[in-house]
């Protein structure tokens, strides 16, 4: 088993749509999570991040998670074709300096105009 | 000015050929990483440097060395190359600030072993 699962997709929504991706992690150590987006041949861009179960939100972005379940999500309200990306969640594992991220597979979301 | 920056961007090369990709970061960041993004996009941790010094090594054929000269510089040296080495490879930085912690990746570098 992963130690971070995620749904790979692809997911294709019309524009306006709300959307939501969803991760499933393993071990109850990890306390940080995090929402990277990544364009056709890019870098992956930290999207958004939380370290407590609740939501956080961030103009159009809801990240939220569920500790007792071990679940993450991100939202995206009113979609738009500009959000077409591969959309990573992630754990911190360990401390900043001597830790390491770990990523689901990324879901890819296409929005369409 | 690119914050993270690696070379060369594309890399075709035959099996069993030597190869090196660079990075830079001009964040001033205090760890470096390399991570490997698969054919189905799952992006995995390789290795982590802190101050040129190495934190983190995965499971890794010892075919890949790293070499981290200053705390800016993260590069990758693949020996004897492999069609499984195909891939794009992203350097990585952090700044060390505890939890909160933000990852800048470069743009990748995509390896075609031919």
């Known amino acids: 088993q992963k130690e971070v699962e995620q749904d790979p997709g692809p997911l294709s929504v019309p524009e306006g749509a709300i959307v939501s991706l969803n991760c499933t992690y393993s071990?109850?150590?990890?306390?940080?999570f995090m929402w990277y987006r990544q364009y056709s041949r890019k870098g992956p861009e930290l999207l958004m991040y939380?370290?407590?179960?609740g939501n956080k939100e961030d103009g159009r972005f809801t990240a939220q998670v569920d500790k007792s379940s071990k679940y993450i999500s991100l939202f995206i309200r009113d979609s738009q074709p500009s959000d077409s990306a591969t959309y990573l969640c992630a754990v911190l594992y360990g401390s900043s300096n001597t830790g390491k991220l770990i990523f689901g597979q990324g879901t890819t979301l296409q929005v369409k105009p | 000015d690119t914050a993270v920056s690696q070379t060369p961007k594309y890399l075709v090369t035959q099996m069993g050929n030597d190869k090196s990709i660079k990075c830079e970061q001009n964040l001033g960041h205090d760890t470096m990483y390399w991570y490997k993004q698969d054919s189905k996009k799952f992006l995995k941790i390789m290795f982590s440097?802190?101050?040129?010094?190495?934190?983190i090594n995965e499971t890794v054929p010892n075919r890949f060395s790293p070499k981290s000269p200053d705390k800016a510089h993260l590069n990758l040296h693949i020996n004897s190359l492999e069609l499984g080495d195909s891939a794009v490879y992203f350097c990585a930085s952090t700044q060390d600030r505890g939890l909160d912690t933000e990852a800048f990746f470069g743009q990748g570098t995509r390896l075609t072993v031919v």
């Open positions: 939380t370290y407590s179960s």
């Open positions: 071990n109850s150590a990890f306390q940080y």
């Open positions: 440097y802190n101050n040129k010094e190495l934190i």
